[in-house]
């Protein structure tokens, strides 16, 4: 024994609140004790001995006097400090084990070791090695639940030994034993005890103190007697099989190795946990899928709908400009209206910003041929209607210009029309004269059927303007004017060219223009506001979800208490208790995040199955974001319950029912 005590209290009192003001719990404790050292600390039941035993293995703190560990005072240490001394110099048994019930044997005894960052290898075979020379070579796989009391206790013995213990604090530790488990922990304390361990044993009972080589007396916190106890058996100073000397300490790997060890073992506590309460689990996790699926599924179905939106007007033509008689589509009186008449469009024409202009008229109309009849929108329009509007020719030709100025009764019908005219022969369209209204046409050309709005079903067919207006409206006033912008010509300048000229030319300005550029924007913005506006519901679903994983983590901290009270007694840094509860929930939204993205995946492939309209356009960065955002759920709302855990007092949670 060295002159110096490995531990020395000086005037140690140790207060509790209670009612207005404190009780003393232990008062003038006044105790050296030397390395090596077997000692048993005595007394009634509430007389303070696990008091001044959590003060010694430094879980607790005095409220006054001086408590130094190998010559270094005690308190001015914070918190990670003092875990650091559990670590590397106590080791801690307790009446009632307190093993974690999903870790087996070796799972159990190496946790000091993680925390010491031991590498694994090491670890588990140390574990292995010390459970062995317990004579629990053959339960290293079993969890407690499957051990027996006196085989738990010296898994919980082993667990005190793993990082070396220089001191062995053991609380009643067969108190909870019959008496042959009882006898063999008292064994293995004096065997530790012959190996170099300083051991402190707290116990009410004469017959287990009798085995210490001191014993120290408490009553009421005070201590009442300390003397050697020469009937103490000596144990053979048995060889030691297990080399677990109390300075050997493991050697450690490096930072880095450590902390990814730690982190291994937070992820591996995570996912015990999430399988321990499946259902509670997948519950939670459900908050967090659905609206991670939602938010992805509405992304993709509002790119979709842009997407195909985009692509009817671009079918529509590039930067054309449409101008309409009347104030704006609402116009009641634009039907009445007569004054955008066929001069407007020839002025136009001779415009430089003017790449085509067609003068357009519409009505509708019956088609026949032989026995079928249709109804179709009949379009006048001029020549350069087809190049402007970017129709495609299926066969035959367009009519020419001079068929425009003389009221041909040429004909193009679209592909809707050509097969429900036509349904019955097989026979080309191209020459067949059919009737429109009562006028005989016919026909020159088929198209493609148009991509534009709701034109799917429609039939569809094109005469010149003027035999339109003359043949069946009687009237030569236009529907609208359709104008191609010239290449090199900005759309928006085009449009107010146009207005002013139609404007002076008019007198006033009794007419719109659709823009198709104006048209892409405005749905466009349409379509994001409305992905916005979803993602916005999603997002709320997700905090709701959030607050469900936040409640979860709440749960699951206060039924770990106990947990988090044996993992501190080892040795575990608050971070490292906060780690575990922020990688649980982290992990729990993971999940949920992945299982979500693949939900709204399935929507997509579901839509696209049952032959629906809607489009699904998924895009990385979304999904990337689903991921991340899922990340910081659980971060933000892992955070409050994991601080909570970390800020735990570890003999107040230890002793948590
Ligand atoms: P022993 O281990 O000798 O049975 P303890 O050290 O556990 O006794 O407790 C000693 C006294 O301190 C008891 O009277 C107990 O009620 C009191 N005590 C222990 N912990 C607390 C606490 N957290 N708050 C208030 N009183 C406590
Ligand atoms: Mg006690």
Redesign the pocket.
């Known amino acids: 024994m060295s002159d110096e005590p490995l531990i020395s209290l000086r005037g140690v009192r140790?207060e509790?609140?209670?009612g207005e003001g404190t009780?003393a719990?232990?008062a003038d404790v006044d105790l050296d004790i030397g390395a090596g050292e077997f000692i048993a600390i005595m007394?009634?039941?509430?007389?303070?001995?696990?008091?001044?035993?959590?003060i010694l293995g430094c879980l607790d703190r005095a409220t006054a006097g001086d408590y130094r560990f190998a010559g270094r005072p005690t308190a001015d240490l914070d918190p990670d400090d003092l875990a650091e001394l559990r670590r590397e110099h106590f080791g801690f048994i307790f009446q009632r084990y307190h093993l974690l019930s999903e870790l087996s044997a070796i799972g159990n005894t190496e946790i000091p070791a993680i925390y010491a960052g031991v590498s694994a290898e090491e670890r588990r075979a140390r574990a292995r090695a010390i459970l062995t020379r317990l004579g629990l070579a053959d339960r290293l796989g079993h969890r407690p639940g499957q051990l027996s009391g006196g085989q738990q206790q010296r898994v919980s013995i082993a667990r005190a030994l793993m990082n070396g213990a220089d001191v062995v604090l053991a609380?009643?530790p067969t108190g909870a034993l019959d008496r042959r488990s009882g006898e063999e922990v008292l064994k293995i304390l004096a065997e530790l005890n012959a190996e170099g361990h300083t051991v402190i044993l707290?116990t009410?009972d004469h017959d287990v103190a009798r085995r210490a080589r001191r014993i120290v007396e408490?009553s009421d916190?005070r201590i009442v007697s300390d003397r050697p106890n020469e009937a103490a058996p000596i144990e053979a100073d048995a060889a030691s099989a297990l080399g677990s000397g109390p300075s050997e300490t493991p050697a450690s790997v490096g930072v880095l190795g450590a902390a990814l060890a730690r982190f291994q073992e937070s992820f591996r506590m995570a996912v015990l946990a999430m399988f321990a309460h499946r259902l509670r689990t997948f519950l939670t996790m459900l908050g967090i899928v659905i609206g991670i699926a939602s938010v992805v599924a509405m992304v993709a179905l509002g790119e979709g709908s842009r997407r195909k939106v985009l692509s009817n007007i671009s079918s529509l033509g590039t930067n054309t400009l449409e101008i309409f008689p009347g104030k704006d589509f609402g116009d009641v009186r634009s039907a009445k209206i007569k004054t955008l008449v066929l001069s407007d469009a020839e002025a136009l024409a001779r415009q430089t910003f003017a790449a085509g202009v067609t003068p357009t008229v519409a009505t509708s109309s019956t088609l026949r041929f032989g026995a079928i009849e249709a109804s179709a929108q009949v379009n006048g329009v001029g020549v350069d209607y087809f190049t402007v509007r970017g129709v495609k020719l299926l066969s035959g030709r367009f009519f020419d210009a001079a068929a425009a100025r003389a009221m041909s009764q040429e004909i193009v019908i679209d592909e809707n029309t050509a097969k429900t005219l036509f349904a019955d022969t097989t026979e080309s369209p191209i020459g067949k004269v059919i009737l429109v209204g009562k006028v005989p046409c016919t026909v020159i050309g088929v198209t493609q059927k148009q991509q534009g709005f709701g034109s799917s079903g429609n039939l569809s067919v094109f005469l010149a303007y003027t035999t339109v207006q003359v043949r069946f409206l009687g009237d030569t006033s236009l529907r609208s004017i359709l104008l191609r912008v010239a290449d090199d010509v900005d759309t928006s300048l085009a449009d107010e060219a146009t207005t002013a000229f139609l404007t002076r030319r008019h007198g006033s300005k009794d007419f719109f223009i659709l823009n198709t550029d104006d048209i892409r924007q405005t749905i466009t913005a349409t379509t994001t506001t409305l992905t916005l506006l979803i993602a916005a519901i999603a997002v709320i679903s997700l905090v709701v979800g959030g607050i469900g994983v936040m409640n979860i983590m709440l749960v699951s901290v206060s039924e770990r208490v106990k947990e988090i009270g044996v993992r501190m007694a080892v040795g575990a840094r608050r971070s490292d208790i906060l780690q575990q509860f922020l990688t649980e929930a982290v992990l729990v939204c993971l999940i949920g995040g992945v299982l979500g993205v693949g939900l709204a995946f399935a929507a997509g492939l579901a839509f696209a199955l049952f032959g629906s309209s809607f489009v699904f356009v998924y895009s990385a960065t979304t999904i990337l974001a689903a991921f991340l955002c899922s990340t910081l759920i659980g971060v933000v709302f892992g955070w409050l319950p994991a601080h909570g855990a970390a800020l735990l007092d570890p003999?107040?949670a230890l002793?948590r029912d």
């Open positions: 140790r509790y609140p209670a009780v719990v232990l007394g009634a039941s509430g007389s303070g001995k696990s008091t001044l035993m959590n609380d009643e707290v009410h408490l916190g003999v107040a002793s």
